[in-house]
């Protein structure tokens, strides 16, 4: 139980071009999504929390208006990287909570999306 | 400013030996506490939760926290060499679901 899928699994754009990320939450219903950014030999930065039918809420330093999230139901959340440059290139990764779960405050990760801006 | 801190690494063990991972947090109010690990160019895997002070084992790993001095560990006894990879401390803290994350340290297990 509690798996998490992410598609594409890796993308490549060319600059200027907008790329859409899928979280989809698969055996159970993710109340919120949390959407990550990982560079090289870095750690996870949290970019966004979303909670399912209300706007996500971003972390200091992210753009809201570069990084487009929807939660538009309990099992898919989207992030969308708009005007992509070559600095957006990194490992996107989203976790979700929800019901049921081990614990209330276990996050379940996806697998990630590597995304290179040409 | 809210921290988790952890030894970058790497941390060589031989395969068999116990590998101990350590991680510092400074918030006092943190409530839940995690360990995963990361293999290269993988998202991370839940390996342990810790709620309460004290120890809690799951087979080979064993999660360690100690709320008064602020640090949890994670002991991994009879290492493998597959158990090779950055593991990354994460706590979470009372009223938020959002997780802070350490850096990670990056563990050889040396066959």
């Known amino acids: 139980g509690a798996v998490v899928s992410q598609h594409p699994s890796w993308v490549i754009c060319k600059s200027g071009t907008s790329v859409k990320i899928e979280c989809r939450s698969l055996d159970f219903q993710a109340t919120t999504m949390f959407w990550y950014r990982q560079f090289p030999k870095q750690s996870l930065m949290l970019m966004a929390t979303?909670?399912?039918?209300?706007?996500?809420?971003?972390e200091q330093g992210v753009e809201k208006d570069k990084f487009l999230i929807n939660h538009a139901s309990l099992t898919l959340s989207t992030l969308t990287v708009t005007s992509a440059h070559p600095e957006d290139s990194s490992f996107y990764i989203c976790?979700?909570?929800?019901?049921?779960?081990?614990?209330?405050?276990?996050?379940?990760f996806g697998p990630g999306t590597r995304l290179t801006v040409l | 400013q809210k921290e988790v801190e952890q030894n970058s690494g790497p941390l060589s063990v031989p395969e068999g030996a116990i590998a101990s991972l350590n991680c510092t947090y400074s918030d006092r109010v943190s409530q839940s506490f995690f360990w995963y690990r990361q293999y290269s160019g993988k998202s991370p895997e839940l390996i342990m939760s810790?709620?309460?002070?004290g120890d809690k084992e799951d087979g080979r790993f064993t999660a360690q926290l100690n709320k008064a001095s602020q640090y949890v560990s994670l002991l991994i006894r009879d290492s493998q060499p597959s158990d090779s990879a950055t593991y990354l401390c994460?706590?979470?803290?009372?009223?938020?679901?959002?997780?802070?994350f350490g850096t990670g340290t990056r563990l050889k297990v040396l066959a």
């Open positions: 979303s909670n399912e039918g209300s706007k996500a809420t971003y």
């Open positions: 976790s979700a909570r929800g019901i049921p779960s081990g614990s209330v405050n276990e996050q379940f």
């Open positions: 994460a706590v979470n803290t009372r009223g938020t679901y959002k997780y802070i």
């Open positions: 810790i709620y309460s002070n």
